[in-house]
């Protein structure tokens, strides 16, 4: 395949070899973006079921076709990932033998300003994934002061969420990118020449984190999408997910905990059935990247990989 490749998959060789693509396995690439793990995938000689919820993305992956390079061993699913286990079974497929997800926005998606992700690029205060349903501007210019503060605490973990939250409400209306970071890093006290000769974080990274999370409903997204990868794979399949915070780590790694932990068996309790068991084994540790690619690529820096292998047992109903 000699299309350029713009966006550099993050940790794709330990997610290979995690997943251990062999020529004809059916795997799930649960979040295409600009297909960096598809094609990794696909070059191995497996078939894969690429999501994603963007539009943008989707219309990406259909221009393989048009270049040669899109074979029918690729299936896009313009959905979200949360329904990966319905969409196969429409599509036919009762198991799959792997999963990857490599969670959070995209670098496609920090890198265009009229999508309104990043505080670097002023554009419209829009965040929105799927680019359907109310935007981030919506939620800061309609939103009470305490919902916003409690959103900017719980998922971006501002500590000064309050101070940052009456001053979003005292500067509505907020329309774009660069308003609203300029908000943020007013109301912390910002200024941008006191750290010294260091580098330091813009303070409006936790806030925009926050946001767009809110907007775009991802922990509970990423929860679901678990839920369903554990359902649709096989005995031996294997999960790799991708995290980027530790919101979205301390997710995968208890669910992966709670998966592979069968409660304890005792003669004088009843024995226990088969959805008791552990669904996943062999759980790795947080896998990291090295010091050449967080040099190479800058976005693998905070990237922390987890895997396991599914086991025989049935999915879990509380899952």
Do not use: C
């Not at 899109?70 to 969409?87: G, K, Q, T, V, W």
């Amino acid at each position: 395949m000699s299309a350029v490749q713009p966006h550099i998959p993050v940790l794709l060789d330990e997610v290979i070899t995690a997943l251990n693509p062999q020529p004809g396995d059916v795997l799930v690439d649960a979040t295409f973006g600009a297909g960096g793990y598809t094609r990794a995938l696909l070059d191995r000689g497996a078939t894969v079921h690429a999501f994603d919820r963007d539009p943008e993305a989707a219309a990406s992956g259909r221009t393989w076709r048009e270049a040669g390079e899109n074979p029918p061993r690729l299936i896009l699913h313009p959905r979200r990932f949360s329904e990966m286990a319905d969409a196969m079974r429409d599509y036919g497929v009762a198991r799959v033998d792997g999963v990857v997800m490599d969670i959070g926005v995209s670098s496609m998606q920090l890198d265009q300003a009229e999508r309104g992700f990043a505080f670097s690029l002023d554009g419209p205060l829009d965040m929105r994934m799927s680019q359907e349903g109310p935007s981030a501007a919506d939620f800061v210019n309609e939103a009470d002061e305490g919902e916003i503060a409690d959103v900017l605490y719980t998922l971006g973990e501002e500590r000064q969420s309050r101070r940052v939250a009456r001053a979003i409400v005292a500067a509505r209306p907020l329309s774009t990118t660069g308003e609203l970071a300029q908000v943020v890093r007013k109301a912390v006290g910002y200024r941008p020449n006191s750290n010294k000769g260091g580098v330091s974080k813009d303070p409006a990274t936790r806030s925009f984190q926050a946001i767009r999370i809110h907007v775009n409903a991802e922990l509970d997204e990423l929860r679901q999408g678990l839920v369903a990868a554990e359902q649709l794979l096989g005995e031996d399949g294997k999960l790799a997910v991708v995290s980027f915070h530790s919101l979205e780590d301390r997710i995968v790694k208890q669910f992966l905990r709670a998966a592979s932990t069968a409660p304890a068996s005792s003669r004088h309790l009843p024995q226990l059935d088969a959805e008791s068991a552990a669904t996943f084994s062999k759980v790795s540790k947080a896998i990291r990247a090295g010091e050449a690619e967080t040099t190479s690529n800058p976005r693998a820096r905070s990237a922390v990989l987890r895997h396991a292998i599914r086991t025989n047992a049935p999915a879990r109903k509380a899952a």
